[in-house]
Structure formats: structure tokens, C-alpha cells
């Protein structure tokens, strides 16, 4: 199949996962031994980052085109706390404030490289290489055809408390926690929280120059900068104000932090 050339729409997005599928002789969305359900997405480009235009962005959001020339699938939502539980054996939210208890809450109080061994262990169980999306799958993942500020569309905040828990209807209603993972509406793709509930860790290093150096050209499959101090997190959380949820929004902080009960992930899984 062709690959898929962003803005599309829902029904474009569907028909792709569903031909990649069937090319693949797999499913959109498979569900592995632990419970997680996974959804194929398939190649494609795109512009990341946002246009000069956009409403809050800031100047590390450089836009450039980038091109993802392979199918992967990522989780369909974040990393829950059974879902962690089943793997590590260990509970690293339990008696913190600000986090509710329960198989379907995201996992939280998590550090980059806790979240890397979780990948690694996972990937032992199963056979199969389970690893954090690069900042560029995550984007692409989260957008699912939509190049606006957020997967559905422009600066909407209404329509923005349909997709994600952000500020406006956790945290100032004294809901101070992230909540179960898909509650709200998916995006194209069938990706639930892209936007708010937990921050989510990619693998890249974070480099606010690295945009622009990429500016002007297309890039295949980047994988960010080859050093650096903090890795890069994507999507908000329930704490976030609404600029902090947009898809193209690029925050960060130390790899070894494991104290932010706002900070969660979600994975890849690599096909073979």
C-alpha cells in the first residue's frame, strides 16, 4: 500500500490501517499476552511541529516534513498500572498523593529509563521488540492526518474536553489525578489520551535546535539528537493548561526523574 501523505481524514487513516493489515497478514489492533491492546499504524508523512501561525506554540516546534517509512504498532493507550504490575511486579504510585489506584489508570511516577526497562523486559516475555515511540511516530501517531493544534482540529477547548482530561475538567474541578485511560474519544487512528492525562516518554534526546536543523528538507525516520541532558515528553497531562496538550507541543526532563505523577508512557511494538 501507498503511503499515506497527511492532512487525511478518518476514513483515509481506516482504510490504510486496514490494507496494511491485510499486506501484513495481521489485525489493525491485536492484543498481546498481558492484555494490552496495540493498533497498526501505517507509514505516512507529514509536516511536525507547528506553523508560525499556531495559536501558544513555541520556538522549538520548528516545522519540517518528515516521512515515517514504516508500519508499527503502538499501544491504544497508556501503559496501565496492571498492565505495568503484570511485568515489573512493583506498584511505584501506591501512597502518593494526586494518584487514584486501578487497573485502568495509567501508570505514573515513572522514570524514562524505568519506562525503557519495562520495554525490555516486556520484549523477554513475548519475543518480540517492545520499545518507546521515537518523537516523530508519537506526533504522527497522535496527529492521525490532522496538521491543527490538535488531533480533531484548531484551538478548541470545548472540543478538546471530548478527547482529553486536561486542566479545565480534572485538576480546576478538583479531580487532581489522571483518570482512566479511555474515557474520551479517539483520535483516526483509534488512539485514546494522545492529548492530556499522563505526559508520555519518547526516546529522543531533547535538543530545542534540532527542529531547525531539519527545516527546509524531508527527513526519514528521525530519531532526534545523538546526546543530550532530558528526554523529550509529548501530549500534556491532567494538569496541563489546554497549549500544553497540542500535538506538536515538545516537553522534556531528566532521564532518571521518577517523582511526577503526571508522567506516564505508552509503547511500540516493532514489526517483524
Known amino acids: 500500500p501507498d503511503l499515506l501523505i497527511a492532512p487525511f481524514g478518518k476514513q483515509a487513516a481506516n482504510a490504510r490501517q486496514?490494507?496494511?493489515a491485510k499486506h501484513l497478514q495481521t489485525d489493525v489492533t491485536i492484543t498481546n499476552s498481558i492484555g494490552m491492546k496495540m493498533t497498526l499504524i501505517p507509514p505516512g508523512e507529514f509536516?511536525?511541529?507547528?506553523?508560525?501561525?499556531?495559536?501558544?506554540?513555541?520556538d522549538d516546534e520548528q516545522q519540517h516534513r518528515?516521512?515515517?517509512?514504516?508500519?508499527?504498532?503502538?499501544?491504544?493507550?497508556e501503559v496501565t498500572q496492571d498492565q505495568w504490575e503484570r511485568v515489573m511486579g512493583t506498584t511505584p504510585w501506591k501512597g502518593k498523593d494526586y494518584v487514584k489506584v486501578g487497573a485502568d489508570y495509567p501508570t505514573?511516577?515513572?522514570?524514562w529509563d524505568d519506562a525503557r526497562e519495562y520495554c525490555r523486559k516486556l520484549s523477554e516475555k513475548e519475543g518480540r521488540t517492545y520499545r518507546l515511540p521515537t518523537e516523530a511516530e508519537w506526533e504522527y501517531a497522535c496527529r492521525s492526518g490532522n496538521l491543527n493544534s490538535y488531533c480533531f482540529g484548531s484551538h478548541n477547548t470545548t472540543t478538546l474536553q471530548e478527547y482529553a482530561w486536561f486542566d479545565e475538567n480534572a485538576d480546576a474541578i478538583g479531580d487532581e489525578y489522571a483518570h482512566r485511560v479511555a474515557q474520551k474519544r479517539a483520535n483516526f487512528f483509534g488512539l485514546y489520551d494522545m492529548h492530556g492525562n499522563v505526559y508520555e516518554w519518547?526516546?529522543?534526546?531533547y535538543d530545542e535546535n534540532?527542529?531547525?536543523?531539519l527545516a527546509g528538507k524531508l527527513t526519514v525516520d528521525p530519531e532526534g539528537p545523538a546526546s543530550g541532558s532530558s528526554r523529550v515528553l509529548r501530549g500534556g497531562s491532567w494538569r496541563s493548561d489546554p497549549q500544553y496538550a497540542?500535538?506538536?507541543l515538545r516537553n522534556r526532563h531528566t532521564p532518571t526523574d521518577r517523582f511526577n505523577r503526571g508522567?506516564?508512557?505508552?509503547i511500540v511494538c516493532e514489526l517483524d
Open 47 to 58: 509536516m511536525m511541529g507547528s506553523p508560525e501561525s499556531e495559536k501558544d506554540r513555541y
Open 210 to 213: 534540532y527542529y531547525g536543523s
Open 246 to 248: 497540542r500535538s506538536a
Open 18 to 20: 486496514a490494507a496494511w
Open 108 to 111: 505514573s511516577i515513572v522514570s
Open 66 to 77: 518528515v516521512q515515517i517509512s514504516k508500519p508499527y504498532y503502538v499501544g491504544t493507550t
Open 263 to 266: 508522567i506516564g508512557f505508552r
Open 202 to 205: 519518547c526516546s529522543d534526546w
